[in-house]
């Protein structure tokens, strides 16, 4: 997800704007973050928990791939002994982006200030925006990774060969940091032909008609072996496509995938294909893991549907992505050219609301649907550790001292609570039927028999008083399993470490 705009609004700590930092103004203190946009959001948090929103713009610029927050950090906040003027920086790219200039020493997309207009001016309670036109370049400082660091080493999530050395000589401060949970999207009418061949109410957005994959087939059609939608077969046996009557102007299987470097793909990868985590044993190491079908016209980030010929055209047909907002684009893209693709993104790009990228519905896995009370409970197991790093000695004192409030921030239950909230933006005793994207995609929420809403975002790790409750609790977000606190493994079986487990989940 690469951000279009940051839009923080918080409550007011002043009584007007007039405090608000002018681009010329010399910031106190420059912080440069860059990596996963599967995060975008959870930074945004981390702005509200710190910006005085009556001093705050945020910045923006057409390629996407930079953003920037100037605000004033006060000292009640903690961070600072006095208030200090902050310029944030955070380039959106794959999570490589926040592990390999971090540990070369590299460095990163910036917005150039110096070429931005407003667009908005800010009130006492809501930021100012800016549009930008240019970029440069600035150090790395801060990475922020949806898996650990050690993942980009694999030449199968790594971009260009870009060197990454990682040992103890490179002094990489490493905090893992909250659970973040991933799904399997699909066009709207293959969710809609699952629920016919799986006897669900077709059309249905509500999270209990949410209709299966399993990890097997996933693992098959990410890896090519299932060239036509019509090699999914029916209740009658007949394929899904024609059970279901859907008209297809072409039925070639579309897979959208993340470019190598993501930490998206990445996590992907391991849980499914087996990708670093895969051997033969008997002392034969080769790795034996299933690796993801060759793009099929050698382009990259060719969200925009390729020509390919007419049904029963030869698939499977792969579109690289470099960011969750073109992982949305490939879906819709294909989706309203009559064709049916699918995609991975994080369990955050629920409410995505931009109707370009927006056109595609989130599906249960190995009949587990993907909200927060089924990953606690140990029953839907594909999510990530989030990590934050840095090199020690890199950072100022007070580069530093964000550094750490950043760490605090995301591993606060209150703090992942509110996001997670956020995440929920519609009431929840309607049914939400007339939801536009619908189903674990919408700007509403996907209601369970439209009288709760279903708990989706981020879990904080068990540990010391920080405990889960019985049954779960939205307002306790934490996770009773982790793959490692401290030099965390995306191929470790995850550890129980909470005081106890719900067993009365029930999917």
Not at 87 to 114: E, M, R
Not at 420 to 440: C, H, K, V, W, Y
């Amino acid at each position: 997800m690469k951000l279009n705009k940051i839009a923080v609004a918080v409550t007011a700590a002043m009584a007007s704007h007039a405090y608000a930092l002018a681009p010329s103004v010399t910031p106190d203190v420059v912080f440069q973050i860059s990596g996963a946009t599967a995060a975008d959001k959870q930074v945004q948090t981390y702005y509200s928990s710190l910006c005085d929103i009556s001093t705050q713009d945020n910045y923006s610029e057409p390629g996407d791939d930079a953003s920037a927050v100037f605000c004033t950090v006060r000292a009640s906040t903690g961070v600072f002994s006095e208030d200090k003027d902050v310029l944030f920086l955070k380039q959106s790219g794959g999570s490589i982006d926040g592990v390999a200039p971090v540990v070369n020493q590299s460095n990163v997309v910036a917005i150039d200030l110096t070429t931005c207009s407003q667009t908005v001016p800010g009130t006492a309670t809501s930021a100012g925006e800016y549009d930008c036109t240019g970029t440069t370049d600035r150090p790395a400082m801060v990475g922020i990774s949806d898996v650990e660091p050690e993942l980009f080493t694999l030449p199968e999530n790594n971009f260009d060969n870009v060197s990454i050395l990682i040992d103890e000589a490179t002094d990489l401060n490493v905090n893992t940091v909250n659970a973040q949970t991933f799904g399997i999207v699909v066009s709207p009418g293959l969710r809609d032909a699952l629920q016919f061949a799986q006897d669900l109410p077709v059309g249905s957005d509500e999270v209990q008609n949410m209709p299966s994959l399993s990890s097997d087939l996933i693992a098959n059609i990410f890896g090519g072996n299932v060239q036509n939608w019509s090699d999914l077969k029916g209740k009658n046996g007949g394929s899904i496509v024609s059970e279901a009557g859907a008209t297809l102007s072409n039925g070639a299987v579309n897979v959208c995938v993340r470019t190598p470097g993501s930490g998206t793909q990445a996590q992907f990868n391991s849980y499914y294909m087996g990708t670093g985590c895969a051997y033969r044993g008997a002392g034969n190491f080769t790795s034996v893991a299933l690796g993801i079908a060759v793009d099929s016209n050698g382009e990259e980030n060719d969200s925009p549907v390729p020509t390919i010929g007419p049904f029963p055209a030869p698939g499977p047909h792969v579109h690289r992505n470099a960011g969750s907002s073109d992982m949305g684009r490939c879906l819709t893209n294909i989706t309203n050219a009559d064709r049916w693709a699918i995609g991975i993104q994080s369990l955050e790009k629920v409410d995505e609301g931009r109707t370009n990228r927006n056109v595609y519905k989130y599906v249960a896995i190995d009949g587990v649907k993907p909200t927060l009370e089924n990953v606690a409970s140990g029953l839907y197991q594909n999510w990530a550790a989030l990590t934050i790093q840095w090199r020690t000695g890199d950072l100022t004192a007070d580069q530093t001292a964000l550094a750490d409030e950043f760490v605090r921030i995301a591993r606060n239950i209150n703090d992942v609570r509110d996001f997670n909230i956020s995440l929920q933006t519609d009431d929840p005793t309607t049914t939400n039927d007339d939801r536009p994207a619908g189903g674990f995609n919408t700007p509403e929420i996907l209601a369970t028999g439209g009288t709760a809403p279903a708990n989706v975002g981020s879990l904080v790790f068990a540990q010391g008083s920080t405990q889960p409750s019985f049954p779960f609790d939205a307002t306790n977000p934490v996770m009773p399993f982790n793959k490692g606190l401290t030099g965390q493994s995306s191929c470790r079986i995850p550890a129980f470490n909470a005081n106890g487990i719900d067993v009365s989940t029930r999917n």
